[in-house]
């Protein structure tokens, strides 16, 4: 399965996000899961969150849902918002080597 989380970071969190980014890329580095793609949005405009998307293939979304109530940001609340769902995708370049 395919699931995706597009999470929106506060930012009023901004402090606390720069401080807990290493923090944050060892726990995606260090993930029992198979991170497929993972990474911020182009810097937001002023005053707005930044959005940023995990892609990630696990048995189920319960699975990933735990990985992700373990990320450091998502602890801290960093993220304004988290949207975690399943993805079917059905065409593109890639889909060959999911």
Same mark, same amino acid.
């Given at each position: 399965? #395919?699931?995706?989380? @597009? +999470?929106?970071?506060?930012?009023?969190? +901004?402090? %606390?996000? &720069?401080?807990?980014?290493? =923090?944050?890329k +060892? @726990?995606?580095? !260090?993930? $029992? #899961?198979? #991170?497929?793609?993972s990474?911020?949005? $182009?810097?937001?405009a =002023? !005053?707005?969150?930044?959005?940023? #998307?995990?892609? $990630? =293939?696990?048995?189920?979304?319960? %699975?990933? %849902? +735990?990985?992700?109530a373990?990320?450091?940001?998502?602890c801290?609340?960093? @993220?304004?918002?988290?949207?975690?769902?399943?993805?079917?995708? &059905?065409f593109?370049?890639? *889909?060959?080597? *999911?």
């Amino acid at each position: 399965m #395919i699931v995706a989380r @597009y +999470a929106v970071s506060d930012p009023g969190k +901004a402090a %606390e996000r &720069s401080r807990l980014l290493d =923090e944050h890329k +060892a @726990y995606l580095h !260090g993930a $029992a #899961i198979r #991170i497929l793609l993972s990474g911020p949005s $182009a810097p937001p405009a =002023e !005053g707005k969150g930044s959005p940023a #998307i995990v892609m $990630a =293939e696990v048995v189920s979304l319960a %699975e990933f %849902e +735990a990985f992700s109530a373990g990320d450091p940001f998502v602890c801290s609340g960093v @993220y304004r918002s988290v949207d975690i769902f399943e993805w079917r995708p &059905s065409f593109g370049l890639l *889909l060959e080597s *999911l």
